[in-house]
């Protein structure tokens, strides 16, 4: 059984920051690739940015490159993605996932957010 708890989320304004962060809760096993998507009203859930908890490698929409930060701690339980210089556009509920695949089974695994079975309850970001 895997749980998946975000937390952080809030209301800020256009050029502010914000840190998400999700608590993981389960086997190792089930968490070889982990990432944050985001859903905003009435769009796709799109892909933020993802971590390969065994190598760190990272991978960033390219919306969020230069903007924001995924990292994790070095228990792997934490998962955080700072955000900075938000934009309206970055509006949405932001959810934490993670994947019993490694992030190498895809070129892009942030284009493959069916591929992930945990989710957890997700995070609201607004920016005006």
């Known amino acids: 059984h895997v749980q998946l708890v975000e937390s952080g989320g809030g209301s800020v304004q256009a050029g502010g920051s914000l840190k998400l962060s999700c608590l993981y809760d389960?086997?190792?096993?089930?968490?070889?690739?982990m990432a944050w998507f985001r859903q905003a009203a009435g769009k796709e859930r799109e892909g933020v940015a993802g971590?390969?908890?065994?190598?760190?490698?990272?991978y960033y929409a390219e919306s969020a490159k230069d903007r924001f930060t995924i990292s994790q701690d070095d228990a792997w339980q934490m998962l955080y993605l700072q955000m900075n210089d938000l934009k309206p556009g970055d509006t949405a509920m932001y959810y934490c996932?993670?994947?019993?695949?490694?992030?190498?089974?895809?070129?892009?695994?942030?284009?493959?957010?069916?591929?992930?079975?945990?989710w957890g309850q997700g995070t609201q970001v607004t920016v005006s």
């Open positions: 996932a993670a994947t019993g695949l490694t992030c190498f089974t895809w070129d892009d695994p942030l284009s493959h957010p069916g591929d992930f079975n945990s």
């Open positions: 389960g086997y190792t096993i089930h968490r070889k690739c």
């Open positions: 971590i390969s908890p065994g190598t760190g490698i990272t």
